[in-house]
């Protein structure tokens, strides 16, 4: 009997435009406790596959009728089977997901931010399964992307839809919750890659080093990408701001949070960093820039058109991180209150330096999981 399947694009809309949806996850409890599909209208049913190998009695009461169920596994071979049982007990609203989490860890939602100056645009990618957040820069022929993630083909082929080449590929800093993609890119299109040099001390290949100030120009119509440092989630953090008008903070500011100084084991070190970067360098600049981060942590932070950003001003009148006027106050609420470290971070690192370059399927394992790089 065939089964009905629904794949991850599908379930990215339902996210953005809030509609409901029962989940049914087949992963072990483990696994569905660090990290599901989240939608502000999701309903989760958790019982592992193993426990439903010689049938679905368990659970045949507590699935509904009157709405789709997706059924939800790691790689989808798992959910494909239990559907199938569903089906066969009578349900015609049951639906596999295609590929499984490891398909939605994967998945990017292109959204427009903005119209640029001269026909210029500004998208944002947001990475629903992760909560990770990349942009891209598109003006006369030419595109820039900021803090691309591992999919480089993604960002490679929507910039050909958009009659455009990938010139530039920056990050603001080394990650170490996803693997990044703007190496590859570079690679792939000829871009310019660049990185925070106090960030690349012992990157295994060719970079351009991205210095305070610098001011590259996109396209003809020279939309402006300029870099302003802002350590404290990692030493060379850098933030960008675009067309004099949005302000990619990285991994320092979020919306609802602020960014963690400890994923090179520095905490203590950096936390005076971070400071310094929230409350005087982005306290300089103007309330109307509309902050970009590259994360977010849950669901209500994302905007009605689906996109995750902020203008700086509110920033500091909502996010408690921006608000704790005594110093050793904030040092403590920073350093105490850390999340547990990203799942295999060091290899993450590694990758990102050149030192290792493991195969596609190492890489998704590598990231499965929530992104951790906020305090709140």
Known sequence: MSVKTMNVQEIAKRVVNKEDLFVLDVRNEDAFEDWKMEGDNFEYLNVPYFDLIEGIEPIQDKVPTDRDVAVVCAKGGSSEFVAEQLVEAGFDNVYSVEGGMKAWSEHLEPIKIADLKEGGELYQFVRLGKGCLSYMVISDGEAATIDAVRMA???INFAEEKGAKITHAFDTHLHADHISGGREIAEKTGAT??????DATEVQFDYKPLEDGEDVQIGSSKISVQALYSPGHTIGSTSFIVDDQYLMSGDIL???SIGRPDLAG???DWVGDLRETLYKRYKDLSDELVV?????????????DGSVGKKLGELYQENHGLNVEDEQEFRRMVTENLPPQPNAYQEIRETNMGKISPETEKKREMEIGPNRCAVK
């Open 153 to 155: 083909d993604v960002f």
């Open 193 to 198: 890659y660049w990185l925070p040099p106090k």
């Open 254 to 256: 979020f919306v609802d």
């Open 266 to 268: 520095l905490a203590e």
């Open 292 to 304: 970009l981060p590259a994360h977010y942590m849950t669901n209500d932070e994302i905007n009605e």
